[in-house]
């Protein structure tokens, strides 16, 4: 059973800290990683798609590493803002499956 | 920028009805899913759909859920009879790519609240 878990589960922090949160998945027959952002009412939005051992992506103030023989992410936010605020979901793919099993999410608040 | 589109945003329904819940998917993708949230749980894989049929579904996807692609464009999910367990937001998404290689794209979600 492939079981994704994210920690913390809620994190409040201040305009201008940084931050992160984990990603653990079982490493065996990993495919793919997935991160989302999802602001209440609004869809979850793609960040990052990652797949192999090593891999670090970034997209602006966001950015996201990939361990697959430990099996953890690593997303990070430098210089949070309010509008980062969110829960943003972890999904892991595995081999021969094209269904995403999720995390419980870490909700995000940043306070201005 | 295209978007996966989800109708009704909020459906009550008494415990046994039928409903149907629609989603327009991103119109080039040709991978289309459901997923669904209870209140204070994981999102979870409901059902994936390519080429006109099922490629892989969940154990909560049992006989009294069907996925159909009346007309090239909607994409639906149908539970038989409801439940209240059924009380959940159900999200459609679509993917370009098989095997998820690529992000895949939600939709808004539909709240169903079985009474």
């Known amino acids: 059973i492939l ?4 920690s913390p589960q809620s994190l409040h922090v201040q305009e201008g800290d940084s931050t992160n949160f984990t990603c653990s998945f079982p490493s065996s027959n990993f495919y793919a990683l997935h991160w989302y952002r999802w602001e209440t009412a609004k869809s979850p939005e793609a960040l990052f798609v990652m797949t192999l051992n090593g891999d670090e992506k970034k997209k602006g103030r966001i950015s996201a590493t990939l361990n697959t023989k430990e099996g953890y992410s690593y997303l990070y936010i430098k210089g949070s803002q309010p509008e ?3 829960t943003y979901l972890c999904a892991c793919l595995n081999t021969g499956f094209q269904k995403l099993v999720f995390g419980t999410g870490t909700r995000l608040l940043v306070s201005p | 920028e295209p978007e996966v589109t989800q109708t009704p945003s909020h459906q009550v329904t008494q415990m046994g009805q039928e409903v149907i819940l629609r989603c327009v998917p991103i119109s080039n993708h040709l991978y289309f899913y459901w997923y669904r949230q209870i209140l204070g749980q994981k999102v979870e894989f409901l059902v994936s759909f390519y080429n006109n049929e099922i490629s892989e579904k969940s154990e909560i ?3 009294q859920f069907s996925v159909e692609r009346p007309d090239g464009s909607n994409f639906t999910l149908k539970i038989r009879s409801t439940k209240l367990e059924d009380s959940a937001m ?4 679509s993917s370009e790519e098989p095997y998820l290689m690529t992000e895949a794209f939600f939709g808004q979600g539909t709240r169903l609240t079985v009474v």
Do not use: G, K, T
Request: glycine share 0%; proline share 0%; aromatic share 22%.
């Open chain 2, 90 to 93: 159900y999200f459609c998404a």
């Open chain 2, 61 to 63: 996807f049992d006989d």
């Open chain 1, 3 to 6: 079981n994704v878990e994210q």
């Open chain 1, 84 to 86: 980062d605020s969110a």
